[in-house]
C-alpha cells in the first residue's frame, strides 16, 4: 500500500484524537460533571464534525487506493507483427493405402439355432414365460395357475435353472430375466441337452424311492437340518445310502444343493405341507 493512504489514516487518527480530547477537556472543565447547555452543544459539534471527517477520510481513502491499483495493472502487451510470426510447416498427406493390403476378416454368422418351441417343451416354455410377466417363482403358485403337481413343477423348472433364468438365493428362486425378450436371450444362449441327459435313470431315481425317504423327510423338516452325515448318525445307514436319500430330497424340493461344510438348506417349513408332496410322491 502507498504512503498517501497511509498519510489519510495517519490525518483521520489525529483528527479523532483532537476531537475526542475536547470532548473529554469539556466535561473535565464543567463544574461538578453538571451538563448544562453549553457542553450538551460542544457534544453535538464533536460528533457532528467526527462523522463529516469519518465520511470525508473514507472517501479520500477509497480513492486513493483504487487510483493506486490502476498504476500497478501492467500495460497489455501489443501483438507480435504479423511477419515475425512463425511459420507453419505444411503436414503431409497421408499417403494413400495400397489396394493389395490385407483387408480385415469379416466375422463369421453364428449358426441358427432351433426355434425354442423344438428345444423346449410346451409347458416349460409356459412356466417360463408366466414366472417373467409376474417376476416371482413359487412352487405352490406354479401347481395352482398350472393345475400340476410340485415334482411335474420341479421337473418344468430344472431347464430354466440351467439355463439361468431361475437363480437360487437361500430357500427362494429368483426371476433374473425382466422381459421376454431377455428370456429369449437367455433361451436361445444355453445348449439345451436333451431330457435324457437332465434326468438321468443312474442321477437321481425319483420313481423308485428309497423305503427311509418319507420317514427322513420327516426328520429334516422337523429338525430343519439337512446335512448327509446327521442322517447316517440318526438313521444309522451307510454314507452311500444317506448321499442318495439327501439326493431324493433335492429332486423332491425338500432340501437345496448341496453347499459342502454347510449342508443343504430346508425348504420346506411346516410338516403339513410335506404331507402333501409325499402324497404326490405316493411316499408312506
Not at 481513502?61 to 511477419?83: D, F, G, N, V, W
Not at 428345444?119 to 409376474?134: C, E, G, T
Not at 446335512?227 to 433335492?250: C, H, M, P
Amino acid at each position: 500500500m502507498k504512503s498517501n493512504a497511509y498519510q489519510l489514516l495517519l490525518w483521520y487518527v489525529i483528527s479523532l484524537i483532537f476531537l475526542g480530547g475536547l470532548i473529554l477537556g469539556t466535561i473535565i472543565v464543567s463544574s461538578d460533571f453538571v451538563w448544562g447547555d453549553t457542553v450538551f452543544i460542544v457534544l453535538a459539534c464533536a460528533i457532528f464534525f467526527m462523522g463529516i471527517i469519518t465520511l470525508t477520510v473514507r472517501a479520500a481513502y477509497k480513492k486513493t487506493l483504487r487510483q493506486e491499483a490502476q498504476q500497478e495493472i501492467p500495460a497489455p502487451q501489443q501483438p507480435a507483427p504479423a511477419s515475425e510470426s512463425p511459420k507453419k510447416e505444411p503436414t503431409p498427406a497421408p499417403a494413400p493405402e495400397l489396394e493389395s493390403a490385407p483387408r480385415k476378416s469379416e466375422p463369421k454368422p453364428s449358426p441358427v439355432k432351433a426355434p425354442l418351441e423344438d428345444r423346449y417343451s410346451p409347458r416349460v416354455l409356459a412356466i417360463a414365460r408366466y414366472i417373467v410377466r409376474i417376476q416371482r417363482c413359487v412352487i405352490s403358485d406354479l401347481q395352482a395357475e398350472f393345475g400340476i403337481s410340485r415334482m411335474d413343477v420341479l421337473e418344468a423348472l430344472k431347464p430354466l435353472e440351467h439355463a439361468g433364468v431361475i437363480s437360487m438365493k437361500g430357500t427362494k428362486r429368483l426371476v433374473i430375466p425382466n422381459d421376454e425378450e431377455a428370456l429369449e436371450k437367455y433361451l436361445n444362449a444355453y445348449e439345451m441337452p436333451s431330457m435324457m441327459e437332465i434326468y438321468a435313470p443312474g442321477q437321481v431315481d425319483m420313481p423308485r424311492l428309497d423305503p427311509m425317504f418319507a420317514d427322513v423327510a420327516r426328520y429334516v423338516v422337523t429338525k430343519q437340518e439337512g446335512s448327509t452325515s446327521r442322517l447316517q448318525r440318526v438313521f444309522e445307514i451307510g454314507y452311500n445310502r444317506a448321499g442318495k436319500l439327501s439326493d431324493q430330497l433335492e429332486a423332491a424340493g425338500i432340501v437345496g444343493p448341496n453347499k459342502g461344510p454347510m449342508g443343504r438348506d430346508v425348504l420346506i417349513q411346516d410338516l403339513d405341507q410335506l404331507e402333501h408332496l409325499l402324497a404326490d410322491l405316493g411316499a408312506k
